[in-house]
């Protein structure tokens, strides 16, 4: 288990550090809701869904969403501050996804700048929003009568900022995200479950009537009450979310692949750890600042488009086309590394180390005394090892 945990006011310091060196609010908000909004369709879609009407009398999984007769439905919880903001982005992003959308403003409009200016996006966009927050019941039967439970409820109501009570508004949020659980909705928290201050440590303070989550997708790492074990049946699976804040009081924050020395001249003789200390450079904190906005989920789209052209190259059998485009799919593998490196998960030597330990396992006839004779032999024994390897791995 992850111990490691920030506090609310460390992460106000952080955010501030990352704005200075060129992440803006902004960006951290987009990359934040970037992410929820991937976590929320990949957890959702492989839901059970309860929803006679549109799957059959025996219900279905969402991991075949073409098989509705509907499209797939989420409710918005946001409050007025950034966690709303993050419900902004998640809200716009699953409508452009061919979600069915509806956001519900529990104390009315945003404040914040960032807030304001995607709560703003979202309109534009013909979300139907829910104002004021005394109209949160009101929506439920509306939504109701028009279809049934969502498929998912966010809660951006509060986020590191809160602490206390929940006040009349919040607390009927709070109710109405429970029933709609009950109704089998999947409730997922943006940073901590709303009524939970992020620092709370002693049970007695907890505000009971927080809202329960299954899953509680927290920016850049735990806070302090996610580390409690009252918190685990209001919080449910916690997801820790890299949104591209360096951190480097977290283990493992200084990169391992800041190995430096070398000449970064374009043109200059450059070998294989030149190229990975040129991509720790570009992520550095006076390097880049689109490289260093990027996550691994930000960058999933480029390693898509990568490996599209890389394909295209090789039908075209242009080498030169090759040669670069493989070089760009290279580039999204070192990137991806040393985005986990600076948190302390994993380097481009571990992942090296797997792949060259896994030629060798994988290849007894090569690499050890197994004898094959054909091409058929070498594929059966090569997928009888990989079976071998995933029944110990799910043994674990």
């Known amino acids: 288990m992850d111990k490691y945990a920030v506090s609310c006011a460390g992460m106000k310091e952080l955010e501030k550090m990352t704005d200075k060196a060129g992440l803006s609010y902004y960006y951290m908000m987009e990359n934040a809701g970037t992410i929820a909004a991937n976590r929320i369709v990949e957890i959702t879609i492989a839901s059970p869904i309860n929803d006679a009407n549109s799957c059959g009398s025996g219900g279905a999984c969402r991991l075949y969403p073409w098989a ?5 439905r ?14 902004f982005v998640v809200a716009r992003l699953l409508a452009e996804g061919g979600w069915d959308v509806q956001i519900v403003l529990v ?24 104002e004021p927050a005394e109209a949160v019941a009101s929506a439920f039967g509306e939504a109701a009568a028009a279809g049934g439970v969502p498929d998912a409820v966010v809660d951006a109501i509060y986020g590191t900022g809160f602490y206390g009570q929940l006040r009349s508004a919040g607390a009927a949020a709070a109710e109405e995200i429970a029933r709609l659980r009950e109704k ?3 409730v997922f928290a943006l940073d901590i479950p709303s009524g939970m201050g992020g ?4 049970e007695a303070e907890l505000d009971k009537g927080c809202v329960r989550a299954d899953y509680t997708i927290t920016f850049h790492a735990k806070k302090p009450v996610h580390l409690q074990d009252f918190a685990a049946d209001y919080c449910g699976r916690i997801i820790v979310a890299d949104i591209g804040i360096v951190d480097p009081d977290r283990p493992g924050g200084e990169s391992a692949l800041s190995r430096g020395g070398y000449d970064y001249t374009e043109g200059a003789p450059h070998d294989f750890d030149d190229f990975v200390a040129v991509v720790a450079k570009l992520r550095a904190p006076d390097g880049c600042v689109w490289d260093r906005a990027q996550t691994h989920e930000t960058l999933k789209k480029y390693l898509r488009e990568e490996t599209r052209e890389t394909l295209e190259a090789i039908d075209s059998g242009d080498d030169a086309n090759l040669c670069e485009e493989l070089g760009d799919v290279l580039l999204q593998i070192v990137l991806h590394a040393q985005i986990a490196s600076e948190t302390g998960r994993f380097t481009i030597d571990d992942v090296i180390q797997g792949i060259a330990d896994k030629m060798i396992r994988r290849h007894p006839w090569v690499f050890g005394d197994v004898e094959v004779g054909s091409i058929e032999e070498n594929v059966s024994l090569w997928e009888e090892i990989k079976r071998k390897e995933k029944n110990r791995a799910n043994k674990r």
Do not use: Q, S
């Open 184 to 186: 089998g909705a999947v």
């Open 74 to 87: 989420a409710r918005v919880y946001c409050g007025k501050g950034n966690n709303g903001g993050d419900g």
């Open 199 to 202: 620092d709370l440590t002693d």
């Open 107 to 130: 104390d009315g409009v945003p404040v914040t700048p960032d807030a304001v200016e995607n709560y703003t996006l979202a309109r534009a966009m013909g979300i139907p929003g829910c």
């Open 68 to 72: 509705l007769d509907r499209p797939l």
